[in-house]
């Protein structure tokens, strides 16, 4: 186990902090949502990001990549989450493009992959398809044709998948044996079919919803059915969970940071608020919260890198840790902050709504311990 | 660079030929080798271990070596550490004086307090215990009230109580905070003095608690002569060598984290409680609870090596260090307290063979573990220095 970055990883991570303090200030998020941009993120700043290889980092060299690894890249998303900066990088990279690499093959990665890195190509994942997240419970079906696959069905809270160029489909192989066999489907949003409107969520990102109906699928869009397709999902669902926790944490010390400081600051009583040992408590506790979740961020970041068959745990951990702090530590921020917490005018609320939205993201705290529990055999 | 490599190879060599087998499982309590004068060996390997450790002088390696330490630069002390940790290597003798008074002693005991003391840690022939707490000077440390009266060779005369004294029955000597000066602010009135156990007017008295026996104990001090060489720092200066020797207490703390307290892997015992006899789920929120606890547990031992290989790294580990006490102990208490739930009134027995004895066991440590959050610095104290030194929060 290593929770330390190496000389690489550290620079990603100062130059990832530097640009988005220069170029993504919470102004940014405040216009993104009450502007016209139906992508709600900056495609300047996207394009400027694919430039620093935040894009590549991931990716092995043979693929163009710069393997500079997940703690790296996982410093990334801590800044992303510092800086609430809209960027689809988990969607295309983390999730699709993992999926790509792992379960493609190597005329699909050759056709796939450079594009995604290059910013040529921006693809979503569509799996969920209820409230909430469990890709167990899927009802969008691929039966097969003469000539490759059909789809039919609905997915929803796809992730950037406003404005994607193609769409991984996760779909149930429809077959008269019960069984749970999945497979793996890039669907071109131009396909007849093919239909995609805007969701709106409470942290107001690009989120869409999906419909297919009778997409016609050839097999060279097929990334692979069964026991591979469901090991490269769940593989890739990981390293998004373990990103996803990342990008969380710096949300969350950003809020508890900003709350530390208005403890220091707000006078009531002639006194700074925070001398009350009432409150104080209060901090120590989610301060203690805040560095064991950071020791469980780290590890699983390390695990894709290093350990990949304890990534199932970990990434468990890492996200229902995540998960549950988003919900108490944003609430208490609030509520610390007192009146001037509920108002719009206060970035607080931009903190919050991504944090709420990210706890629900591939599963919350529920999920995440029934499935560590499974995984622990009981 | 090319010496340090030398000397790891030389330290794994040595503790590979030197450390038995058995010495390098993971250790329980009754496995604690305590040093003393009542030193006991269950069995070979230990007094094998501990005699050779007690020849490198490696009980503490960068002790200067005439001192009976192994005379080692901090470098190579921290190289041996590491080692021993790589191999598992346990602790051969667990012992207050070396890690929590030897230290101050070096830093600023008296050469002759130096020379009359830390030999006999160094050959594991004194057992050391710690006089802080007193009944009425728990979380408030400084307000202590025994006292001790100088006499006009400048002995002292030490009159009052300790109270949760660890293992003070098996204690040789005590390291003890006295007020020497009642007109002062409580601070400034407090000395640091060294106690021969077996002077004339000692008392010891073991505590039952509300689990039963218990190794803390009450110390009784009527009219005890202490010499005057036994004050160590300047007089009334006790308070600031007491700072001193806590800052120890993170290092001794984790030593004694390795196998101090005696503990259940929660999945293991919780397990077969989990099901009815057709495995069926009892209820599932059981599990769900059971699943929160072992997370929680995980989560903390990341944190934990997180901090040794940050703080090996040379990075401040001050934060997420404070937190180690206050999380460690409450995960003790919330896994008895669900075990107990989970047992239903099994886990309520007492006596009896109709139990089993991790049953008795459970209820037991269920209300030991209550001292584990009161005991060194209380919960709330220990949010306090978060708050304060960490947080930076005022008042």
Redesign the interface.
Known sequence: MSFLLNEEQRQFSNSAQEFLSAKSPLSLQRQLREGQTPLKFESSLWEEVIDLGWTAAVFPESEGGLAVGYKGLGAVFEAMGRHVAALPLLSSIVMAGEIILQAGNSAQKQAWLPGLISGHHRLSLAIDEQGRHDPSKLKTTASKTADGWRLNGQKYFVIDGLGATCFVVVAKIQSTESTTEIGLFLVDNAWTGVKVQATHLADSRNYAQLNLDNVCVVNDMCLGTGEGATKALNQALDKARACLAAEGLGLLKEAFERTNMYLKERIQFDVPIGSFQALQHRMARLYTELQMLESCVLAALNAIDSAPTDLPLLASLAKARTSDLCEKLMNEAIQLHGGIGVTDEFDLGLIVKRARVLQQLLGDGVYHRNRYAQLKGF | MHDIEEFRLETRHWLEANCPAAMRLPITQEEIVWGGSQVQFKNEDQRVWFEKMRDKGWFAPDWPKEYGGGGLSPKQARIVENEMLKLGCRQPQFNLGVWMLGPVLLEIGTEAQKQEHLPPMMQGKIRWCQGFSEPNAGSDLASLKTNARIEANGDFVVNGSKIWTSYGDAADWMYALVRTDNTVRKQEGISFLLINMKSPGVTVKPIELISGKSSFCEVFFDEVRVPAHQLVGPLNGGWTVAKKLLQHERAAMSKFSEGAAPSHDA?LVA?PY?YDEDGSLIEPVW??K???L???S???S??H??VK??GL?RMDVS??AS?MK??QTEQEVAKYELLMQLMGQRGMSWEGDEFTKEEHDICRLWLLSKTYVISGGSS?I???I???R??????
């Open positions: 999945l397990k989990l599990r769900d059971l699943a929160s072992l997370m929680d995980h989560a903390f990341l944190t090596q997180r290989e940050e790294a934060g997420p937190i206050l999380v709330e220990q949010l306090n978060i708050a304060k960490v947080l930076g929060l005022p008042g």
